[in-house]
């Protein structure tokens, strides 16, 4: 059944050879990698009206388009550097593997970190975005936001773990049908104002100027809307997906994402300015303008449904982007190794089912307002930015290759403006919650270090040098022990005992005794069946099971040897309905976890099948 659903839900598993099929073209590329940059744009200017409107009321649509082109320069900039990445690094890895390669382990580790961070809160950011708009078109689905949020992210995650090539088919045509509704709404937008003379009726009211602008004012707004910049990295992090020639594929899909994210972010903020709409928890602010351009007709729902699919689709980005940073942290064991596997569907499952998990847990706790997570998403990104641009600044100056010059003064001014960027991010988001990421980043090394620091200790013990060769061992002379250990007497003891006598006649049969009725029914079955094999009894005051058995192996009544080695041969039965092993001891498996620590102990496990209907 279990299998069944998983193939019906993912697909049937595909061969490595297929691999080559599962790569992404300029056309399908763009929405996958670039979605969440593109969906940006339909809150990062609701992000700096909640800055300005408090404070400067009416004024505020006058700097909120200010702000967007400074923000609209500054993206520019980031993929200009992101270009010359592509090029240096056609294997990905983005700002993880160039802070690693030129600024050391600890930068990159950062960088990777920050990258996580960001591809996490990518993901509940966009579904919790989505679920706005669908609710500011239907209402009466408020109360159900947060249980919306989590079926979309289940929803994506479903989606991603099919691979790459179903999924760009999936998600690919909602982000080109939400470009050419905004852009028709933008053109319609401007038209009805300036052409055709309507005057836009304000549907909610805008509050008294309480101040005047200020330089830290415009900052502050100008740092919300850098969330429009999210999601460029991906692009260059994730150079493998596409088929070949991957980084010219690669470096046309961060030049159309660039130019979408212009016409549409800049053309969304000059409609702010002509119909001032007001932002609210309840009603999105393109929604309010999608209000008075179309109405309240098809062409406002539309626009509604569109938007929402771009935002839910937007975590795509980081499903794509992120379990394939992990992968490569964990071939450089900064991260679990599991996550450089590959899935059923060639795609890095593990990875995507963790940033699944982890983005509802998010959710939960945030309670689904994209307004809160916000000032932890930023954050990470410019770090990570900052960190890759002043890894090519350092790249360029080392090797100073032809056209060198003019390569690090790109990557310089964009090291130098992410920077000025990351530490406005930081001072002004730092109590509306950016100081969790200055707090979860240190944390996140920690622990990739640590994971190094294991998976090296445990490669220094088992590497063998060149001279080590099999020792040759005299079996004559040998003596192999083997122990049994029996709860009951039953055919999955037998089985076990029986292939005992395969291997060894020095076979011992050994029960630890925590109930003297059941010990004396025991022994009772064991004379009456006439074994020829003795069994030890060892009583236990304290109901352990393991300690006892280890105590005798290691005692002198025991006859063999410091350093012989003793087989423990354990009996466990399986069962085939997967809720079956919920109804019983595990006791097998809790003596092979202690023994395993033994270095004279070998452990074989010799299973009997319980099938049922």
């Known amino acids: ?18 691999l080559k099929g599962e790569k992404l073209n300029v056309f399908w590329g763009l929405p996958i990698l670039s979605s969440d940059a593109i969906s940006s744009v339909a809150y990062a200017g609701e992000e700096i009206l909640w800055v300005l409107i408090p404070v400067i009321g009416m004024m505020s649509y006058k700097y909120m388009f200010y702000a967007t082109l400074c923000i609209v320069l500054l993206m520019f900039l980031v993929t200009m550097s992101y270009r010359q990445t592509i090029d240096a690094y056609p294997g990905g890895g983005g700002s993880y593997i160039v802070a690693k390669d030129n600024l050391g382990t600890i930068p990159g580790l950062i960088a990777g970190g920050s990258l996580t961070i960001g591809y996490i809160l990518t993901v509940a950011v966009s579904a919790c975005a989505g679920t706005a708009a669908i609710t500011s078109a239907i209402p009466s689905l408020f109360p159900y936001k947060v249980a919306i949020t989590l079926l979309l992210i289940l929803f994506m995650t479903i989606g991603n773990l099919r691979g790459l090539r179903e999924s760009s088919k999936m998600f690919g045509i909602p982000t080109y049908l939400f470009i050419i509704s905004i852009l028709v709404m933008i053109v319609w937008g401007i038209c009805k104002v300036k052409i055709f003379g309507y005057t836009p009726v304000v549907a909610y009211k805008i509050p008294q100027a309480a101040g005047d ?10 740092c919300s809307g850098c969330t429009a910049l999210t999601g460029i990295e991906a692009v260059s992090n994730g150079i493998p997906n596409f088929k070949e020639p991957c980084q010219k594929n690669a470096k046309k899909v961060l030049g159309l994402l660039s130019f979408t994210v212009f016409i549409v972010f800049s053309g969304l903020s000059y409609l ?8 609210n928890s309840n009603v999105t602010v393109v929604a309010q303008i999608a209000a008075q351009v179309f109405g309240n007709n098809v062409l406002f729902y539309i626009i509604q449904a569109t938007t929402a699919i771009i935002l839910i689709m937007a975590s795509n980005t980081a499903f794509a982007g992120l379990p394939m940073l992990l992968a490569y942290m964990a071939k450089d064991g900064f991260a679990p190794r599991q996550f450089a596997k590959r899935g059923k569907r060639l795609g890095y499952s593990n990875g995507i089912i963790i940033l699944g998990i982890i983005a509802c847990l998010l959710v939960v706790l945030f309670n689904g307002e994209t307004h809160y997570l916000m000032p932890l998403y930023a954050v990470g990104v410019f770090i990570s930015f900052t960190l890759s641009q002043f890894g090519m600044l350092v790249r360029w100056i080392k090797i100073k290759k032809q056209g060198w010059g003019h390569k690090a003064f790109i990557n310089g001014i964009g090291a130098s403006v992410t920077l000025f960027t ?3 991010l930081g001072i002004t988001k730092f109590t509306s919650g950016a100081w969790i990421v200055f707090i979860l980043i240190p944390v996140i090394v920690y622990f990739m270090a640590a994971i190094k620091k294991h998976y090296t200790k445990v490669a220094e013990q088992l590497r063998l040098s060149i001279d080590e060769k099999p020792k040759e061992i005299n079996f004559a002379e040998q003596k192999r022990y083997v122990i049994v250990p029996i709860d009951t007497l039953n055919k999955s003891f037998l089985k076990a005992l029986n292939y005992a006598r395969t291997i060894s006649k020095n076979i011992i049969v050994f029960h630890v005794s925590v109930d003297d009725e059941a010990t004396n029914k025991l022994l009772e079955k064991w004379h009456e069946y006439d074994v020829d094999i003795p069994i030890v009894v060892k009583k236990s005051p304290y109901r352990s099971i393991v300690g006892p058995l280890v105590k005798f192996i290691e005692s002198e009544e025991y006859s063999a040897g410091s350093k012989d080695t003793v087989t423990v041969v354990l009996p466990q ?3 085939t309905k997967w809720w079956g092993n919920i109804l019983h001891n595990q006791t097998a498996l809790f003596i092979k976890t202690v023994l395993l620590r033994r270095r004279n102990i070998a452990i074989v496990t010799v299973p009997y099948i319980i099938f049922e209907d």
């Open 1 to 18: 059944m279990g299998s069944k659903l998983e193939k019906l839900l993912i697909g049937k598993s595909l061969k490595t050879e297929e």
């Open 213 to 222: 602008i200020t330089l830290f004012l415009f900052l502050r707004s100008f």
């Open 272 to 279: 702010a300015t002509l119909y001032h709409p007001v932002p």
């Open 422 to 424: 990351a530490v406005l």
């Open 573 to 575: 039965f399986v069962v």
